[in-house]
Protein backbone atom coordinates (compact mmCIF):
# COMPACT_ATOMS: atom_id res chain seq x y z
CA UNK A 1 0.00 0.00 0.00
CA UNK A 2 1.31 3.48 -0.85
CA UNK A 3 2.01 5.75 1.94
CA UNK A 4 -0.37 8.90 2.45
CA UNK A 5 1.57 12.10 3.65
CA UNK A 6 -0.64 14.31 5.84
CA UNK A 7 0.83 17.95 5.38
CA UNK A 8 -1.11 20.71 6.99
CA UNK A 9 -0.02 23.63 5.44
CA UNK A 10 0.73 23.94 1.64
CA UNK A 11 4.58 24.96 1.76
CA UNK A 12 5.05 21.74 4.26
CA UNK A 13 2.97 19.54 1.12
CA UNK A 14 5.13 21.36 -1.03
CA UNK A 15 8.66 20.12 0.66
CA UNK A 16 7.37 16.65 1.12
CA UNK A 17 6.03 16.07 -2.71
CA UNK A 18 9.47 17.44 -4.13
CA UNK A 19 11.34 15.26 -1.60
CA UNK A 20 8.73 12.30 -2.90
CA UNK A 21 10.21 13.12 -6.57
CA UNK A 22 13.69 12.74 -5.30
CA UNK A 23 13.09 9.14 -3.20
CA UNK A 24 10.55 7.80 -6.73
CA UNK A 25 10.28 9.19 -9.71
CA UNK A 26 6.41 8.77 -9.69
CA UNK A 27 5.95 8.35 -5.73
CA UNK A 28 5.00 5.68 -3.62
CA UNK A 29 3.05 8.46 -1.62
CA UNK A 30 0.13 10.90 -2.01
CA UNK A 31 0.34 14.08 -0.48
CA UNK A 32 -2.44 15.76 1.46
CA UNK A 33 -2.44 19.36 2.10
CA UNK A 34 -5.07 19.29 5.47
CA UNK A 35 -5.22 22.34 6.25
CA UNK A 36 -4.00 24.08 10.16
CA UNK A 37 -6.59 23.77 12.80
CA UNK A 38 -8.07 20.97 15.11
CA UNK A 39 -11.54 21.37 12.84
CA UNK A 40 -9.49 21.22 9.49
CA UNK A 41 -7.63 18.47 11.08
CA UNK A 42 -10.90 16.54 11.52
CA UNK A 43 -12.51 17.32 7.98
CA UNK A 44 -9.48 16.10 6.48
CA UNK A 45 -8.60 13.09 8.91
CA UNK A 46 -8.07 9.76 6.70
CA UNK A 47 -11.32 7.64 7.11
CA UNK A 48 -11.83 5.11 9.69
CA UNK A 49 -11.58 1.95 8.84
CA UNK A 50 -8.41 0.44 7.13
CA UNK A 51 -5.89 2.57 5.47
CA UNK A 52 -2.01 2.15 4.08
CA UNK A 53 0.27 4.18 6.31
CA UNK A 54 0.07 7.38 7.35
CA UNK A 55 2.95 10.18 8.34
CA UNK A 56 1.83 13.50 9.70
CA UNK A 57 4.69 15.63 8.61
CA UNK A 58 5.40 19.16 9.29
CA UNK A 59 7.22 21.85 11.78
CA UNK A 60 6.17 22.15 15.01
CA UNK A 61 7.75 23.79 18.50
CA UNK A 62 9.98 22.53 20.93
CA UNK A 63 8.61 22.92 24.38
CA UNK A 64 11.61 21.76 25.74
CA UNK A 65 15.15 22.63 26.42
CA UNK A 66 17.58 20.53 24.33
CA UNK A 67 16.23 20.48 20.99
CA UNK A 68 17.42 23.17 18.52
CA UNK A 69 15.22 24.78 15.54
CA UNK A 70 15.78 22.69 12.15
CA UNK A 71 16.15 19.37 14.19
CA UNK A 72 13.50 16.47 13.35
CA UNK A 73 11.30 15.31 16.47
CA UNK A 74 9.23 11.61 15.86
CA UNK A 75 6.51 11.25 17.49
CA UNK A 76 6.35 8.25 20.30
CA UNK A 77 2.03 9.75 21.13
CA UNK A 78 0.31 12.13 20.07
CA UNK A 79 -2.70 13.47 22.34
CA UNK A 80 -4.52 16.91 22.53
CA UNK A 81 -7.19 18.17 25.09
CA UNK A 82 -10.16 16.42 23.45
CA UNK A 83 -8.23 12.99 22.24
CA UNK A 84 -6.41 10.27 24.54
CA UNK A 85 -3.09 9.47 23.82
CA UNK A 86 -2.50 7.68 20.34
CA UNK A 87 0.95 5.35 20.90
CA UNK A 88 3.00 5.48 17.88
CA UNK A 89 4.72 2.02 18.34
CA UNK A 90 7.29 2.35 15.11
CA UNK A 91 8.84 5.93 16.69
CA UNK A 92 11.43 4.47 17.45
CA UNK A 93 12.30 2.42 14.40
CA UNK A 94 11.88 5.75 12.10
CA UNK A 95 13.93 8.02 14.42
CA UNK A 96 17.03 5.39 14.33
CA UNK A 97 16.43 5.54 10.62
CA UNK A 98 16.73 9.47 10.68
CA UNK A 99 19.66 9.58 12.14
CA UNK A 100 21.17 7.00 10.60
CA UNK A 101 20.77 9.15 7.44
CA UNK A 102 22.35 11.98 8.65
CA UNK A 103 19.38 13.79 10.57
CA UNK A 104 19.65 15.34 14.42
CA UNK A 105 16.20 13.37 16.05
CA UNK A 106 14.48 13.59 18.96
CA UNK A 107 11.59 10.91 19.82
CA UNK A 108 9.09 12.11 22.11
CA UNK A 109 5.47 12.81 22.84
CA UNK A 110 3.55 15.57 20.95
CA UNK A 111 0.40 17.54 22.19
CA UNK A 112 -1.94 19.36 19.91
CA UNK A 113 -3.19 22.52 20.82
CA UNK A 114 -5.92 25.17 18.86
CA UNK A 115 -3.33 27.90 19.03
CA UNK A 116 0.23 27.99 19.16
CA UNK A 117 1.72 27.69 22.20
CA UNK A 118 3.83 30.54 23.71
CA UNK A 119 5.62 31.18 26.91
CA UNK A 120 3.94 29.80 29.83
CA UNK A 121 1.67 27.33 27.81
CA UNK A 122 5.00 25.79 26.59
CA UNK A 123 6.03 25.01 29.86
CA UNK A 124 2.89 23.97 30.86
CA UNK A 125 3.00 21.10 27.94
CA UNK A 126 6.77 20.52 29.16
CA UNK A 127 4.67 19.21 32.26
CA UNK A 128 2.54 17.33 30.91
CA UNK A 129 5.45 15.45 29.19
CA UNK A 130 5.44 17.15 25.90
CA UNK A 131 8.76 17.47 23.52
CA UNK A 132 6.80 19.41 20.74
CA UNK A 133 3.73 21.01 19.99
CA UNK A 134 1.53 21.05 17.01
CA UNK A 135 -1.91 22.27 15.86
CA UNK A 136 -2.90 19.07 13.54
CA UNK A 137 -1.34 15.75 14.30
CA UNK A 138 -3.62 14.22 16.97
CA UNK A 139 -7.01 15.39 15.21
CA UNK A 140 -5.92 13.50 12.04
CA UNK A 141 -5.30 10.35 13.56
CA UNK A 142 -7.55 9.82 16.25
CA UNK A 143 -9.49 7.88 14.34
CA UNK A 144 -6.64 6.09 12.14
CA UNK A 145 -6.33 2.27 12.76
CA UNK A 146 -3.50 1.28 10.79
CA UNK A 147 0.33 2.52 10.80
CA UNK A 148 1.06 6.06 11.58
CA UNK A 149 3.61 7.88 12.30
CA UNK A 150 4.39 11.35 13.26
CA UNK A 151 7.61 13.89 11.56
CA UNK A 152 7.76 17.67 13.10
CA UNK A 153 10.74 19.71 12.12
CA UNK A 154 11.41 22.26 15.10
CA UNK A 155 11.04 25.99 13.85
CA UNK A 156 10.62 27.72 17.05
CA UNK A 157 11.67 26.53 20.79
CA UNK A 158 11.09 28.21 24.16
CA UNK A 159 14.45 30.59 23.67
CA UNK A 160 13.83 30.83 20.02
CA UNK A 161 10.00 31.75 19.56
CA UNK A 162 7.85 32.63 16.54
CA UNK A 163 8.12 36.48 16.89
CA UNK A 164 11.96 36.39 16.24
CA UNK A 165 13.29 38.29 12.99
CA UNK A 166 15.01 34.95 12.59
CA UNK A 167 11.52 32.76 11.53
CA UNK A 168 11.40 32.87 8.35
CA UNK A 169 14.77 31.74 7.90
CA UNK A 170 13.77 28.95 10.32
CA UNK A 171 10.83 28.07 8.11
CA UNK A 172 12.95 27.82 5.34
CA UNK A 173 15.91 25.24 6.57
CA UNK A 174 12.37 23.54 8.07
CA UNK A 175 11.14 22.60 4.83
CA UNK A 176 14.30 21.88 3.31
CA UNK A 177 14.67 19.77 6.21
CA UNK A 178 11.10 17.62 5.17
CA UNK A 179 12.19 17.66 1.66
CA UNK A 180 15.46 15.91 2.92
CA UNK A 181 13.50 13.50 5.02
CA UNK A 182 11.12 12.18 2.30
CA UNK A 183 13.42 9.36 0.84
CA UNK A 184 14.13 8.57 4.03
CA UNK A 185 10.37 8.34 5.72
CA UNK A 186 9.05 6.49 2.57
CA UNK A 187 11.68 3.62 2.51
CA UNK A 188 10.92 3.09 6.32
CA UNK A 189 7.40 3.17 6.11
CA UNK A 190 6.70 1.73 2.91
Not at 91 to 120: D, E, K, Q
Not at 135 to 149: D, K, Q, Y
Amino acid sequence: MSLVVLCPLRMEARAARAGIRRARPGGDATVICTGMGPERSRRAAPPVGPLGPVAVVGMGGAVVGGIQPGEVVVATQVSAFDVSPIPLPGAALVAGRLRNAGFAVHAGPVISVPTVATGRQRRELADRGAVVVDMESAWLLENHRGPATVVRVVTDTPRHELRSPAVPARVMRALRTIRRLMPVLIREVC
